[in-house]
């Protein structure tokens, strides 16, 4: 699966969940109603290097990092 499709997945079928974006990462977190700022973290999908990753080396086309 890309990003995109996990994102998407998740948003559709965790109930509660919402997308935050932040440092240049997309995350899922449990929000039911959007009471707390951001919520629980259940999942990242990192795209690019950070300035304190450069390691994963995430610039290579097709690749990516999911946190969960």
């Given at each position: 699966?890309?990003?995109d499709e996990i994102l998407k997945y998740c948003l559709e079928n965790l109930e509660g969940s919402v997308l935050v974006e932040s440092w240049g990462e997309k995350g899922i977190f449990y929000n039911p109603g959007r009471v707390?700022?951001?919520g629980v973290y259940i999942l990242t999908?990192?795209?690019k290097d950070g300035d304190n990753d450069k390691g994963s080396?995430?610039?290579?086309?097709g690749v990516y990092r999911e946190v969960t």
């Open positions: 699966m890309k990003p707390l700022k951001r999908v990192k795209e080396k995430l610039d290579r086309p």
